[in-house]
């Protein structure tokens, strides 16, 4: 990735009038959110931030979520065990996404690097060699990295290489559902190695359904 190119970008650019009056209203709603989450996603978003648009462009970043009334905290002093407010990672995501004017495939694809990428997050996850124990476990263990929501694996099927991920009483911000999809997509990849991993939403909790449902194929 040539990182001069990507600062030319930003630096050229700025936010436009109505992502920031977006983010504005957003901002404020995160805040209210009342979960806690391991800090090991914080230190993965901030360190992805900070690589695909350069130290400056994250530093400006700060300085637009400053202004919104949202500090940035010391990620160098947060350990990724430690359980932290829910709201910053949630910030974060949304953030980038209006700052950055980022795709929701940008989002994906942030997701999908997740595990291969982050050594802390790594620590939460157990690898097993059967790619079913190693995804039912990941939802069983949800509520190791989230104190809301509730995650299962269910209809697990070997020979037909699918299975369903459900999502329960998870409903923030729908963006999160992109970042959920690509850390999916990255886990069964690692799981099972295959090339022909796809993961769809088939329900959302955004579009009305009682809960979020991925059908995974692989
Ligand atoms: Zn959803």
Redesign the pocket.
């Given at each position: 990735m040539d990182i001069s190119i990507i600062n030319l970008k930003l630096n050229g650019k700025k936010m436009t009038e109505e992502n920031r009056q977006l983010l504005q209203g957003e901002i404020f709603q995160l805040m209210k959110l009342k979960g806690m989450e391991r800090g090991a996603d914080v230190e993965f978003l901030v360190n992805y931030i900070k690589r695909k648009e350069g130290k400056n462009g994250y530093k400006e970043f700060e300085k637009v979520l400053s202004n919104f009334g949202f500090d940035m905290f010391d990620v160098e002093k947060t350990s990724a065990t430690e359980w932290i407010p829910e709201f910053i990672p949630h910030v974060l995501l949304v953030g980038a996404f209006r700052f950055f004017d980022w795709t929701e495939k940008d989002v994906f694809e942030m997701g999908r690097d997740a595990l291969s990428l982050s050594k802390t997050l790594k620590i939460f996850i157990k690898w097993f060699s059967s790619a079913k124990i190693t995804i039912t476990k990941m939802a069983k263990d949800w509520n190791k990295y989230y104190t809301y929501g509730k995650a299962s694996i269910r209809n697990f099927d070997k020979d037909k290489k699918r299975a369903l991920f459900f999502i329960e009483d998870f409903k923030t911000h729908?963006l999160t559902?992109v970042y959920l999809s690509g850390i999916a997509f990255g886990v069964l990849e690692l799981a099972t190695g295959s090339k022909n991993v796809k993961v769809v939403?088939e329900k959302?909790?955004?579009k009305g359904d009682n809960h979020?449902e991925f059908k995974l194929s692989w």
């Open positions: 729908p559902c939403e959302c909790m955004f979020h």
